[in-house]
């Protein structure tokens, strides 16, 4: 016996600009795990969803592999984002 494949009809942007990685327009940064003590890198913030949070004051979460925890990151480390983001957009 043979199954039916239905093919469901799904809509979908011509253009995909982030079809190649969820992470391939993301801004990398550091942030010290409070558990741990050891600086992870962070990857899936876009530079635009880091303004915005920015600039709306909402927090920005780092992971820890290590842990598996969530954590805000610091005030320092917002200002040190800030800086690099705004070092980039002037690149």
Request: charged share 20%; net charge neutral; hydrophobic share 40%.
């Amino acid at each position: 016996m043979s199954a039916k494949i239905i093919h469901l009809a799904v809509a979908r942007p011509t253009t995909w600009p982030y079809r190649d990685s969820l992470f391939t327009d993301s801004v990398p940064f550091m942030s010290m795990c409070p558990t741990c003590n050891d600086s992870r890198a962070q990857v899936g913030y876009s530079p635009w969803g880091l303004l915005r949070r920015l600039n709306d004051d909402r927090p920005i979460e780092a992971f820890c592999v290590v842990c598996n925890q969530f954590w805000p990151i610091t005030a320092q480390e917002r200002g040190q984002l800030a800086e690099e983001l705004e070092r980039l957009r002037l690149s």
